[in-house]
Nanobody
């Protein structure tokens, strides 16, 4: 079965950190650009960060720049999202998605595979 599985979410206090993982099952991530998205209740889905397949070019939403870092370990078929200095506004379900090209992610194109999401809660 071809799927993406996110993990690493949880409850964290404001100012804390979490590292999310996105693992591919049934296919290799190396040829895909990967995007992280989030959606909070009552809000539209928001693009958080993306990373290209070969050169690991990255892009971030303004709201997370300098706090979040996306990276990939192709040997482990995994993409990570390191989230630091978390704020209550960062609370959401976080999803990863695989895109056939980085330009598809950047241009808000359609992802080929999506995970089920992992919940991030930021609260004191």
């Amino acid at each position: 079965q071809l799927q993406l599985v996110e993990s690493g979410g949880g409850l964290v206090q404001p100012g804390g950190s979490l590292r999310l993982s996105c693992v591919a099952s049934g296919f290799t991530l190396v040829v895909y650009a990967i995007g992280w998205f989030r959606q909070a209740p009552g809000r539209e889905r928001e693009r958080v960060s993306g990373i290209s397949s070969r050169l690991s070019t990255t892009i971030y939403a303004e709201s997370v720049k300098a706090r979040f870092t996306i990276s990939r370990d192709n040997a482990k078929n995994t993409v990570y999202l390191q989230m630091n200095s978390l704020k209550p506004d960062d609370a959401a379900v976080y999803y990863c998605a695989a895109f056939r090209s980085f330009s598809l992610y950047v241009s808000r194109g359609r992802g080929d595979y999506w995970g089920q999401g992992t919940q991030v809660t930021v609260s004191s």
